[in-house]
C-alpha cells in the first residue's frame, strides 16, 4: 500500500522533525539518575514533553496550557446577560410583528372595502368592524402586559394571534425555552420538543414523574426499577442512553449542571427573569416535576459539582441555545483537566479522551496525544527498553547511551584547556601518540602528522609550489590504549545522600566515568562499589536506576575498602586508586560477616576503618575522597586517612563533584607504572 503523504504552507508552528529514540532518551535520563524509576521517569516525559535542538514534542502541560488559553477565549469572548436581553429582543419582535400585522389587515380590509358597494360592501363592512373589535382587544391586551419578560409569556400562551408570523415567532420561542428546559434533563429531549402538542407534553410529564418515583425510591432505601424505566422510556434519552442508574444520575446532574451553571454566571436580577421565563414556558404540571427532580437528585448527587459561576468578561451576545451550548463546551473542558491532570499522576493516557482532546483543541492536539501514546514503544524498537512482564526496564544499550549523555553534559562544564581527551573547542591533553604513523582512514581522529602528510603530497607530484595536498596524503599519528589505571568508584548509597540531595550527582560522576573509560580508554579497568551498612558490587546495567539506601541506616568504608583492595590486586602494574564519595564518616564495620552500626561512630568502627586503609596503603593503592559534607567529625576522619595514605580530600559541593571527579581521574592516569 502507498504512503501517503499530506503537504500543507508552512506558518512557523509546525513541527518539521519529530523526537527520535535517542532525543527520548535523552529526555529521560535525568529523571532516571534522579530517581532510579523508569515508569516515573516516563510519567514526567508525558507530562513535561521533550525539547531538542531540532524536533519538540509538546506533553501534557503543553495540552492543558492550550486548554487553558481556549477556556479564556470563551470567557473573554461572550456576556451572558445577553440571553436576557435576546429573549427580550425577541419578545419584542413578536409583538411588533402583531401589531404591525394587525395594522396591515386592518388597511387592506378597508381597501377592499373601498372597491365595494351594495350588499357586498355592506357585509364587508360588518366583518371589518368586527375585526377592528378583535384588533382592539388585542391592542388593549398588549398594552397591558406585564414589564417582566416572565408574565408576557404567561399572558401571550393563551393570546388569540391574529398575525401568523407574530405567532409562528412565538411559538419558537416558547419551544426553545422548553427545549433547554427540558433539555436540562437529557440533551437528546431537546430535539423532541419542537412544537410538542398536549398529547406529547403529557408523555413527557409522565416520564418525569416515573424518573422523580425511581429516585424517590432510591432514597427510600428501595431498588429502583431502572431497567424498567429504560425499556419504556430509552428511546428518549438518545442513541447512547445510560447503562446503569448511577449513570443516569450522573448524567442528569451533568445536564442540570450546564443550566445552573448558566444562571449562576448572570447578575442576578438577569438570573432570575430568565428562571421565571423557562418556567412561565412550561405548564404548571411539568415545571413541577422538574422542581420536584432538581430537588430529588440535589439528595442524589449534588450536580452544583457540575455547575458554579464563569467569570464571563466578554461583550459578545448569545442566544440561549448558543449560551448552553458554550456551557456544556465548557464542561467538556473541565472534564478533559481533570483527565490530563489524572493521566500526568498515573502516566496513562489510555483514559483520555481523544475525541473530546480534538474536538475542544483540534486535530494537532489529538496528534500531540498519539505522539505521546508512542514513548515507551518507540523506545522499546530502539532496543532502550525492553518488558518484563508489566515492568520496563533499561536495556544495556540504554545505560551507554545514559552515561554518554552524563559525560558530554559534564565536561562541556569544564573550563577550555582543562587535561583530558574530551569534546570540546579547544581539545585537552588525552590520547596516548606513537612514534608511527598511518595513512587518515574516514572515522579516525584528526591527528595529523604534519611532516609525513607534505613529504607525501612532493613524492605524488614532484618538487615544486604551491604544494598541493590532497586527501591520499594524509598521515595520522597511530595512538595505543595501554593499561594505565585500574581504578573503584565508590559510592556512599547511605540514607543521608537522598535526604540531602548528593545522591543524584554521585551517580552523575559513576555514568560519566564507565562512559568515559570504555569510550577512550577501553583497557582501563573501572568498577563501582556502593556502600551503606554493606558494601556491594554495581554492575554498569544497574547504575542508571540504581538508588540510595533509604531504609538501612549506616555508612560502611571498611567493608567497601576491603572489597575495592580485593578487586585492584591483580592489577599490580597498574597506577591504582579508589576514588570515594561520601557525605558522612564510618557509622558501621564488619565484626566476621555481620554489620554493626552506630552513631556517632565508635571507636571499633574507626580503628577497623583505617586498619583497612593502612592495608590498601601497603598495597600501593591510593586513596582520594571527594567530600560532599564538612561536619567535625568526617573532617576529622578523613584528615587521618590521608595521613596514612597520602592521597587527597578534596571539599566539593554536588553540582560540582563531576568535574572534579573526572579532571582527577584523567590527570592520575597519566602517572603509569611500568614493570
Request: with cysteine; aromatic share 6%.
Amino acid at each position: 500500500m502507498a504512503r501517503l503523504y499530506r503537504y500543507s504552507q508552512w506558518d512557523g508552528s509546525q513541527q518539521p522533525f519529530e523526537a527520535d529514540a535517542d532525543a527520548l532518551l535523552d529526555a529521560l535520563a535525568e529523571d532516571v539518575i534522579d530517581h532510579g524509576d523508569i515508569r516515573r521517569a516516563l510519567r514526567d516525559l508525558i507530562r513535561r514533553g521533550a525539547n531538542g535542538d531540532d524536533a519538540r514534542l509538546p506533553g501534557l502541560d503543553d495540552l492543558l496550557e492550550r486548554l487553558r488559553s481556549r477556556r479564556n477565549q470563551t470567557l473573554d469572548r461572550y456576556d451572558p446577560d445577553s440571553v436576557m436581553r435576546d429573549l427580550k429582543e425577541r419578545l419584542d419582535d413578536v409583538l411588533r410583528t402583531e401589531r404591525a400585522g394587525m395594522d396591515r389587515r386592518l388597511s387592506e380590509i378597508e381597501d377592499n372595502l373601498a372597491n365595494m358597494s351594495g350588499e357586498e360592501a355592506e357585509q364587508a363592512g360588518r366583518l371589518r368592524d368586527l375585526f377592528k373589535q378583535r384588533a382592539d382587544r388585542n391592542r388593549e391586551r398588549l398594552d397591558q402586559l406585564p414589564e417582566s419578560t416572565a408574565g408576557a409569556l404567561r399572558e401571550l400562551q393563551d393570546f388569540d394571534f391574529i398575525d401568523p408570523e407574530a405567532q409562528r415567532k412565538f411559538q419558537e420561542l416558547m419551544d426553545e425555552l422548553r427545549k433547554e428546559m427540558l433539555g436540562s434533563v437529557a440533551s437528546e429531549m431537546r430535539q423532541q420538543i419542537e412544537n410538542m402538542d398536549p398529547q406529547q407534553m403529557a408523555l413527557m410529564r409522565e416520564m418525569l414523574r416515573d424518573l422523580n418515583q425511581m429516585i424517590r425510591d432510591k432514597l427510600d432505601g428501595l431498588e429502583p426499577d431502572f431497567d424498567g424505566f429504560m425499556d419504556k422510556w430509552g428511546a428518549m434519552f438518545g442513541d447512547d442512553p445510560p447503562r446503569s442508574f448511577d449513570e443516569l444520575m450522573e448524567m442528569l446532574a451533568r445536564q442540570m449542571g450546564q443550566m445552573q451553571s448558566l444562571l449562576d454566571s448572570m447578575s442576578p436580577e438577569q438570573r432570575r427573569e430568565l428562571f421565571e421565563a423557562m418556567n412561565a414556558a412550561m405548564d404548571p404540571e411539568t415545571a413541577d416535576e422538574l422542581a420536584e427532580l432538581a430537588a430529588n437528585l440535589g439528595q442524589m448527587l449534588p450536580f452544583n459539582e457540575f455547575a458554579g459561576q464563569r467569570l464571563f468578561q466578554g461583550e459578545e451576545n448569545m442566544t440561549l441555545e448558543e449560551a448552553m451550548n458554550v456551557m456544556g463546551e465548557l464542561q467538556s473542558m473541565d472534564d478533559l483537566e481533570a483527565q490530563i491532570r489524572q493521566a500526568m499522576r498515573r502516566g496513562d493516557l489510555d483514559e483520555l479522551d481523544a475525541g473530546m482532546l480534538e474536538a475542544l483543541l483540534g486535530e494537532e492536539a489529538r496528534q500531540d496525544l498519539d505522539r505521546l501514546a508512542e514513548i515507551a514503544k518507540r523506545l522499546e524498537e530502539a532496543g532502550y527498553l525492553r518488558r518484563d512482564g508489566d515492568r520496563l526496564e533499561l536495556t544495556p544499550a540504554a545505560a551507554r547511551k545514559i552515561g554518554q549523555k552524563v559525560l558530554r553534559d559534564l565536561f562541556g562544564d569544564l573550563r577550555k584547556g582543562r587535561a583530558g581527551d574530551h569534546e570540546l573547542a579547544v581539545r585537552g591533553t588525552g590520547g596516548e601518540h606513537t612514534d608511527e604513523t598511518k595513512p587518515y582512514e574516514f572515522g579516525d581522529p584528526f591527528e595529523i602528522h604534519l611532516h609525513r602528510t607534505v613529504m607525501n603530497a612532493i613524492e605524488r607530484q614532484g618538487v615544486g609550489t604551491p604544494v598541493k595536498v590532497g586527501i591520499q596524503d594524509f598521515e595520522v599519528k597511530r595512538t595505543e590504549h595501554v593499561v594505565q589505571a585500574a581504578t573503584v568508584l565508590l559510592i556512599d548509597q547511605s540514607k543521608s545522600m537522598g535526604m540531602f540531595g548528593s545522591w543524584s550527582a554521585a551517580k552523575r560522576v559513576a555514568l560519566a566515568l564507565e562512559a568515559l573509560i570504555r569510550g577512550k580508554f577501553p583497557r582501563d579497568r573501572f568498577w563501582m562499589v556502593g556502600f551503606s551498612d554493606y558494601a556491594v558490587p554495581i554492575k554498569t546495567d544497574d547504575l542508571p536506576t540504581l538508588t540510595w539506601n533509604m531504609w538501612v541506616s549506616g555508612t560502611n568504608m571498611q567493608h567497601a575498602f576491603a572489597m575495592s583492595r580485593k578487586l585492584l590486586a591483580p592489577y599490580k602494574n597498574c597506577s591504582r586508586q579508589i576514588l570515594m564519595i561520601t557525605d558522612g564518616e564510618p557509622t558501621a564495620h564488619l565484626e566476621g560477616t555481620r554489620s554493626y552500626f552506630n552513631y556517632p561512630p565508635t571507636y571499633r568502627t574507626i580503628h577497623e576503618t583505617l586498619r583497612e586503609v593502612r592495608r590498601c596503603t601497603a598495597e600501593g593503592i591510593t586513596i582520594n575522597t571527594f567530600m560532599l559534607e564538612t561536619s567535625y567529625y568526617l573532617l576529622d576522619f578523613i584528615d587521618r586517612v590521608t595521613r596514612i595514605n597520602n592521597g587527597r580530600a578534596l571539599y566539593t559541593s554536588p553540582g560540582k563533584l563531576g568535574q572534579y571527579v573526572l579532571v582527577d581521574y584523567l590527570n592520575n592516569r597519566k602517572r603509569r607504572i611500568v614493570s
